[in-house]
């Protein structure tokens, strides 16, 4: 799988936009990227994944460059429970495979 | 949909004894199941992946004879540390990946809720 780079640890007040990046400059054509989110002392909850089209849904927006070597997770609203450690991981799209989880970004919501 | 639960939350044992978590997938048939580990501060590590009437496929310097898993159906799968020392005291997470069903991608694994085992 290809790696990811991630920012250790990041801020943003209550109610403003969380833009979270990850670097994936080795990913391959039939590779996914997937963002994962974990509160603390909880299983990984799934926020959303794409291949190479931007992709929004309930919880979050995904933007992926058009090369594809980068993409940016963006909460647009968040709040104090989206306090958590996020997972940039990129993995193939065939069945079976195990998510390899890096260090994530540690994203603290302030009020 | 898409709801994975993990049985029990929490268990404190003694060691030498053997401790079962269960992992089941509530809404969806899992035919791949994975089990993770995580230790305080760190990530998730992957121990092992298994799949449903097969022999799970464990991860390089995972015991198999210490931690079994067991897959017996598309909704359960179980771990069971043998003979548990203070140094298996984790956080063991489970997650299922299935066919198309009630809420579930088949490209999109989903995560229980974790077990934390202390033992003492």
């Known amino acids: 799988d290809a790696k990811t780079t991630q920012p250790p640890s990041m801020d943003c007040a209550e109610g403003r936009a969380a833009n979270l990046p990850c670097n994936h400059s080795?990913?391959?054509?039939?590779?996914?990227v997937y963002w994962y989110r974990q509160i603390h002392s909880q299983g990984p909850q799934y926020i959303i994944h794409g291949l190479k089209n931007n992709e929004t849904n309930e919880m979050a927006s995904l933007i992926i460059t058009e090369d594809r070597k980068s993409s940016t997770l963006i909460l647009p609203h968040a709040t104090l429970r989206d306090t958590a450690v996020y997972y940039c991981?990129?993995?193939?799209?065939?069945?079976?495979?195990?998510?390899?989880f890096g260090k994530g970004t540690s994203l603290l919501v302030t009020p | 949909g898409a709801v994975v639960s993990q049985h029990p939350s929490r268990v404190i044992c003694k060691s030498g004894t053997s401790v079962k978590i269960e992992c089941r997938s509530l809404?969806?048939?899992?035919?791949?199941m994975f089990w993770y580990r995580q230790f305080p501060k760190q990530s998730l590590m992957l121990m092992a992946t298994?799949?449903?009437?097969?022999?799970?496929?464990?991860e390089q310097g995972v015991e198999k004879d210490k931690f079994l898993i067991n897959h017996a159906s598309l909704t359960l799968s179980t771990l069971t540390v043998t003979s548990a020392h203070p140094e298996d005291s984790s956080f063991y997470i489970c997650?299922?990946?299935?066919?198309?069903?009630?809420?579930?991608?088949?490209?999109?694994?989903?995560f229980g809720p974790g077990t934390r085992l202390t033992v003492l």
């Open positions: 298994s799949n449903e009437g097969s022999k799970a496929t464990y």
């Open positions: 997650s299922a990946r299935g066919p198309r069903g009630s809420g579930a991608s088949t490209d999109t694994q989903y």
């Open positions: 809404d969806f048939q899992a035919t791949t």
């Open positions: 080795t990913i391959s054509g039939n590779e996914y």
């Open positions: 991981i990129v993995r193939p799209s065939v069945s079976g495979y195990a998510l390899n």
